[in-house]
T-cell receptor, first 114, second 116 residues
Framework: AQSVTQLDSQVPVFEEAPVELRCNYSSSVSVYLFWYVQYPNQGLQLLLK??????LVESINGFEAEFNKSQTSFHLRKPSVHISDTAEYFC????????????FGAGTRLFVKA | EAGVVQSPRYKIIEKKQPVAFWCNPI?????LYWYRQNLGQGPELLIR????????DSQLPKDRFSAERLKGVDSTLKIQPAELGDSAVYLCASSNNRGGTYNEQFFGPGTRLTVL
């Protein structure tokens, strides 16, 4: 079985500062890894994903995450955040066979202050 | 292209009453998911459909929850009777998983249920 741990429930940060949202997972099989973002009163949107290949994956709005197999981590980073990045961020893991059942972490609330 | 549509967006009921949620997935998506998201938590899968077939309902509390996807398109999730602990956001998602390869899940806005 897979599990996901997001180490911080809330991360307050000032605008234009760098941020890292931490995610660790456990699994006995090969997995896919994801970060989703949820804005207030909206559904989840896929931010970025790791399926295979390069361990560093990037999103179109400046976020990146690196798959570290030895540390079983998939931390999300952005070098300079904006007010509009304020949202809930969910790390998720899915085994890469048989239906791709996705397990979500509890979420990290990113709060960007002016 | 229209996204995943859910209705109603909000529902307030008293305990022991029945309630139903409706989801229309993205056109052409064969896989449909229902998730429950409790306050301060990530979504948890309740049931997954491949076309009309429920292929994973292991987390669905079958004593009070039921779901259907009769024509392999839209789906309904029902709770009867509702309990206080059912208060949550119910999310529907869909994806195109034909061919056994991974494809992105697209989420609807959810239905926020409050049981009084």
């Amino acid at each position: 079985a897979q599990s996901v741990t997001q180490l911080d429930s809330q991360v307050p940060v000032f605008e234009e500062a760098p941020v890292e949202l931490r995610c660790n997972y456990s699994s006995s099989v090969s997995v896919y890894l994801f970060w989703y973002v949820q804005y207030p009163n909206q559904g989840l949107q896929l931010l970025l994903k790791y399926l295979s290949g390069s361990t560093l994956v990037e999103s179109i709005n400046g976020f990146e995450a690196e798959f570290n197999k030895s540390q079983t981590s998939f931390h999300l980073r952005k070098p300079s955040v904006h007010i509009s990045d304020t949202a809930e961020y969910f790390c998720a893991v899915s085994r890469n066979t048989g239906g791709f059942k996705t397990i979500f972490g509890a979420g990290t609330r990113l709060f960007v202050k002016a | 292209e229209a996204g995943v549509v859910q209705s109603p967006r909000y529902k307030i009921i008293e305990k022991k009453q029945p309630v139903a949620f409706w989801c229309n997935p993205i056109s052409g998506h064969n896989t449909l998911y229902w998730y429950r998201q409790n306050l301060g938590q990530g979504p948890e899968l309740l049931i997954r459909y491949e076309n009309e077939e429920a292929v994973d309902d292991s987390q669905l509390p079958k004593d009070r929850f039921s779901a259907e996807r009769l024509k392999g398109v839209d789906s309904t999730l029902k709770i009867q009777p509702a309990e206080l602990g059912d208060s949550a956001v119910y999310l529907c998602a869909s994806s195109n998983n034909r061919g056994g390869t991974y494809n992105e899940q697209f989420f609807g806005p959810g239905t926020r249920l409050t049981v009084l």
